[in-house]
């Protein structure tokens, strides 16, 4: 696992390997087998507006987190002692008094895409997952014109208050081209 700090045009970490090789193909069928979008009315019309599908990780293992897969995975944001390297991403130093996280997936597929947003948290881990051909795609910090190089497997972690979007996905595939896990953390009660 590589971890990549860069302050430019904000500060943000990229950490390369963070879905290790062994747990791709379970996070993929986890993430597959999701067939229940969240239904609550701001995921609904977010789902509408943005032609995608959102899962609600937190609602869907809220009686055992444990048998989630992806969870687990994302749960090593907190292991990885990333409030050690403050110095190079002062967001950073926020993570070990975190005491609260959400955890969606998203489904997109032609047509896909994701409006100029900030989430509403301290600080988001996002996890992109190509799984077929497409162009567009692109995520963008609005503000700064900005779209990190964001590699297989890897883990984008930013400050929330940057305004970012998903640029249309266009694709000649029937289904699912592009997942995103994203995990926000939060401090508060």
Known sequence: ????????????????????????????????????PASDPHHMRLQKENNTDAFSLD?????????SKILSVMSKAFQMKLHEHDNENPFLGYVPITNKDLTMVQKYKNGSQYFPHHDNSVLTFLCPITVGKYTGGR???????????????????????EIHQLEKIK???????????????FIGS
């Open 1 to 36: 696992m590589i971890i990549q700090h860069l302050s430019k045009p904000f500060y943000h970490t990229i950490i390369h390997g963070f879905i290790a090789s062994h747990d791709k193909p379970l996070v993929l069928n986890e993430i597959e087998s999701l067939d229940t």
């Open 59 to 67: 609602g869907i293992f809220s009686a055992d987190r444990s048998k």
């Open 171 to 185: 694709t000649r595939s029937k289904g699912y081209v592009r997942y995103s896990i994203n995990m926000r953390v």
């Open 139 to 161: 995520l963008t910090f609005c503000r700064h014109d900005y779209a990190p190089e964001i590699p297989p497997d890897g883990c984008l972690v930013f400050p929330s208050h």
